[in-house]
């Protein structure tokens, strides 16, 4: 299996690029910069980008990056491809360049979601400075958050991610969206070498955008407070009230990105001893808040 480190990164794609710029400002707290090719970095740390979105014709997600420790660990990980029969392709210079990184490959997970192996970022560590004054953004080792996917072939997709990925099972989920009488959508979340509670989750339904949200988070309650501020002034449309969660405790709210998907962002996210922790399945997504019915309003 690999040994995935965290999340490095994810891609988007928008029809309107000056749009996500100043939603990533103005809302998240982001700095950006255009990327060579013309497509728009967010940044929110020491690294060039944590977001990099392209200018196309849909608003989408379009990969997840994850890191691995080395050049040694990389080609493990191709190792590791090679034999599940997975269909993967390597990168070549100047894709390697507009994602700041020694080498990447890229392959698709049973439900198609694309998914990109990395290692050594590059990075002028430029100091972060948020425009719209926010202190610092929770990421370094941990990854710059987590992504769910939506995964319709969610038997053969978890396998996947657990059996060739690495990935650790964390908790699950069992969606009941009409009632105990009604189709049951699980949830499985999990980690990687990492002490995040979660840094991937798969969802057993399609999402048009091709994600259900991504996280990202930040060092205090204040700051969530403020980004709900900064989300109202701009006219962002609100996908979740402020709540926290049962499984990584997490206190957050959502909202609509200009891709299409959702953004959760928070604090306080519990960090996880994986010797000691034991999946188990949550029966409630919250301990309080985060009514999702706001999103289907207006």
């Not at 990533?24 to 940044?43: F, Q």
């Not at 994602?99 to 290692?119: K, M, T, Y």
């Not at 948020?130 to 710059?144: D, K, L, N, T, Y």
Request: glycine share 10%.
């Amino acid at each position: 299996m690999m040994d995935i480190r965290g999340l490095a990164y994810v891609v988007a794609e928008a029809s309107d690029l000056g749009q996500w710029q100043s939603y990533a400002e103005g809302v998240l707290g982001a700095m950006t910069a255009p990327a060579p090719d013309g497509s728009l970095y967010v940044k929110f740390d020491e690294r060039q980008f944590r977001i990099v979105v392209s200018h196309g014709a849909r608003n989408r997600y379009v990969a997840s990056g994850w890191e691995v420790a080395d050049a040694a660990a990389f080609e493990a990980a191709l190792v590791v491809l090679e034999r599940a029969g997975v269909a993967v392709e390597i990168a070549d210079s100047r894709q390697c360049a507009l994602r700041c990184v020694q080498r990447l490959a890229s392959f698709a997970d049973p439900s198609g979601n694309r998914h990109e192996i990395v290692w050594g970022f590059r990075s002028d560590f430029t100091h972060f400075a948020s425009p719209a004054g926010v202190s610092r953004f929770v990421m370094g080792e941990v990854g710059m958050g987590h992504a769910v996917l939506p995964a319709p072939a969610f038997a053969e997709t978890v396998r996947f991610c657990s059996e060739v990925m690495g990935f650790g099972l964390s908790d699950i989920f069992n969606f009941r969206p009409s009632g105990d009488d009604g189709p049951t959508l699980p949830i499985h979340f999990f980690h990687c070498n990492n002490s995040r509670h979660h840094s991937l989750a798969l969802a057993a339904f399609p999402v048009e955008s091709g994600c259900v949200h991504i996280m990202l988070e930040v060092e205090s309650m204040p700051e969530v407070g403020r980004a709900l501020d900064r989300m109202a002034a701009h006219g962002v449309r609100q996908t979740a009230t402020l709540g926290q969660h049962t499984n990584d405790r997490m206190i957050s709210f959502y909202m609509k990105s200009p891709s299409g998907f959702d953004i959760e962002y928070g604090y306080g996210g519990a960090e996880v001893d994986w010797q000691r922790h034991l999946v188990h399945e949550f029966s409630r997504v919250s301990l309080w808040g985060h009514d999702f019915s706001i999103g289907a309003q207006g």
